[in-house]
């Protein structure tokens, strides 16, 4: 009876965790389990972002990703301060350089304003040099709610109160599910080194969604991309130049938001991300290649559909990704004056994109279900900011779906 669970939520990344906190405190007498492949919680997507607490400025209104990052970010905030968590609400600023980006611009204060985030101010190039005094631009959008934290921090303290609130749940690490054994009242969910028996499956696999949905016994008509980000640091020298959080106005033809200046809640300041299609859904370097990841994505007609329409966009992140003079020359557009001597190669991440089978990126949440499971299959950006709401959303859905009582 030990290894028999009502929940056996599959991968301990931030949506997981949350997704099993929120079920704890809703279902305390449930025994949930969280099983995670790797070694430590939040060891992919979670612990290689920028650890930015976002506003939820970009996103179109009324839309799931709207609506939950602004009600995630109050929640998590409101987390943070209850549980001691270091965080600070630093503000950032979103720059235009040059006429061509200001109608976007204001597109993007619009929907600050209809999605209800609170202290946003388009501001002039004095009050630029004013908040960031190396930084140049012909007009910006001062976003006063956004925040930095570690959200490896975070998802400690969730796996932390899922077995503090209920003895009898578990947050497992080395458990990689290899295989799942349906029976007539529950499943068997067969890791490398033990068995475990559920009534109900969530998978919240992140990069690998859609394979361990297919897995469990769901095919999902959507499949994930993967898209490595490389960071460069300020060096000492170069860190003065920047204050806070310094943004592009992002292109509306491109599915991310651009290389930024993201100060750290543990010290430093990150300039990056670019964005470049990866061979290894899990390799974490420049030169990283599966032949099974690279077979699987170019066999999905989805992803030569977007590189159609991407490709332009595609070399241009390649040559940052492979030239240091070319990412200092994209960093200078924010802030003239920095030098090569003031970057220094660093991390990357890796961000898991689901994508459509006519090569549209999936812009929203995407949950599947099956019989007695839930595949989370898109979770996206803002999923860590969101993580308490997407947690909610996906635990009402659960409770709901599984008719739990």
Not at 36 to 52: F, I, W, Y
Request: glycine content about 8%; aromatic content about 10%.
């Amino acid at each position: 009876m030990e290894n028999n669970f009502d929940i056996i939520i599959v991968g301990g990344g931030i949506v997981g965790l949350a997704t099993a906190y929120k079920l704890t405190l809703q279902h305390p007498t449930k025994k949930i389990a969280v099983l995670e492949k790797e070694n430590k919680l939040a060891a992919h997507q979670t612990s290689h972002n920028s650890g930015v607490i976002h506003s939820g400025i970009y996103y179109k209104p009324g839309s799931y990703k709207a609506i939950n990052c602004v009600k995630g970010r109050h929640e998590l905030v409101a987390f943070a301060k209850e549980y001691k968590i270091e965080h600070d609400i630093c503000g950032k600023i979103i720059v235009a350089t040059h006429e061509s980006e200001l109608a976007h611009l204001q597109k993007v204060y619009n929907n600050g304003i209809a999605n209800g985030v609170e202290d946003i101010e388009i501001i002039d190039p004095d009050k630029i040099k004013e908040i960031e005094p190396h930084c140049t631009g012909i007009k910006a959008l001062r976003v006063g709610c956004t925040g930095i934290i570690d959200y490896s921090d975070v998802s400690e303290k969730y796996a932390e109160l899922i077995v503090a609130k209920s003895p009898q749940n578990k947050v497992l690490t080395n458990q990689k599910v290899v295989a799942f054994e349906k029976g007539e009242q529950q499943t068997t969910v067969i890791t490398t080194t033990q068995r475990f028996t559920a009534k109900h499956i969530i998978t919240t696999s992140g990069i690998q969604a859609d394979r361990m949905a297919k897995l469990e016994g769901s095919k999902s008509d959507a499949a994930i991309l993967g898209f490595r980000g490389d960071y460069y640091d300020l060096t000492e020298k170069g860190i003065s130049k920047v204050k806070h959080l310094i943004y592009p106005v992002p292109n509306p033809k491109f599915p991310f938001l651009g290389v930024h200046f993201t100060r750290m809640i543990k010290g430093g300041v990150e300039c990056g991300p670019n964005a470049v299609f990866v061979f290894d859904r899990e390799g974490y370097s420049r030169t990283s290649f599966s032949f099974k990841d690279t077979a699987e994505a170019l066999a999905f007609k989805g992803t030569w559909r977007f590189f159609k329409k991407h490709w332009r966009f595609g070399l241009d992140e390649y040559r940052g990704a492979f030239s240091k003079t070319y990412f200092l020359k994209r960093l200078r557009k924010l802030i003239p004056d920095l030098q090569m001597e003031d970057i220094v190669s660093a991390r990357c991440g890796i961000r898991a994109m689901a994508t459509g089978a006519e090569g549209e990126m999936l812009d929203d949440f995407k949950i599947e279900k099956k019989g007695n499971a839930m595949h989370v299959i898109n979770s996206p950006s803002p999923a860590a900011t969101a993580s308490l709401a997407y947690g909610g959303e996906i635990a009402n859905m659960a409770t709901e779906y599984f008719n739990l009582k």
